[in-house]
């Protein structure tokens, strides 16, 4: 039974709260925050020389925790994937149906071929989608302070202003490249 229970989707209102229950449970354990973009931080202070003062600082007693969550994170990613998956993708119609509006029609791997891979990212909309798209989300990640993961979950479970704002920014972003950016690229 519990191996039926963790290969398929579980609802929403079923991992939503799991997810919520978590960030507490780390603030009582060992007063930590749930967080992922950081992480390349903490990966940079431990493998590059310390000539750069961003880096200078002790990655082990502020990092070394979450760079075991993240492993953990990519581990069970792989378990999922390949012990415990069916290889199968759920993508809704609808969804469907708007990609291929856009004109995506390769929904057959975990991202669109026709836009994230070599030749996709010889055109315009794949160098726009993967290049920019990055730049900008390392930016914005960079400017805010935190990723989503980190101002959604922990910070506005921790009732932090400038995590509101900064989910409302991410949805507002995402909107807007959805509705306007989208249809024009593609």
């Known amino acids: 039974m519990l191996l039926e229970a963790l290969t398929h989707t579980w609802p929403w209102y079923i991992a939503g709260p799991l997810i919520g229950l978590f ?3 780390l603030q009582l354990v060992g007063d930590k925050q749930l967080g992922i973009s950081g992480n390349l931080r903490h990966l940079c202070s431990a493998l590059l020389p310390r000539r750069i003062d961003f880096l200078r600082y002790d990655w ?5 925790w979450n760079l075991i969550f993240a492993l953990g994170t990519l ?38 071929h026709e836009i994230i891979s070599w030749e996709g ?12 798209g ?7 990640t960079a400017y805010a302070g935190g990723c989503t993961s980190g101002h959604a979950i922990s910070g ?4 932090q202003l400038r995590s509101l ?3 409302l920014g991410f ?8 509705h306007l950016l989208l249809p024009l690229l593609f």
Do not use: Y
Not at 134 to 140: A, K, S, Y
Not at 156 to 159: A, D, Y
């Open 75 to 112: 581990l069970g990613g792989w378990i999922g994937v390949h012990l415990l998956g069916t290889g199968e993708i759920a993508i809704s119609p609808d969804t469907q149906a708007s990609l291929h509006a856009l004109g995506v029609h390769d929904l057959s791997g975990l991202v669109p």
């Open 121 to 132: 990212l010889l055109t315009v909309r794949g160098f726009v989608s993967v290049v920019a």
């Open 165 to 167: 704002f900064a989910v």
């Open 23 to 25: 960030v507490p449970l």
């Open 171 to 178: 949805f507002a972003g995402g909107l807007l490249a959805t």
């Open 156 to 159: 506005l479970s921790n009732f």
């Open 134 to 140: 990055g730049f900008l989300v390392g930016f914005g």
């Open 60 to 64: 082990r007693g502020a990092g070394a």
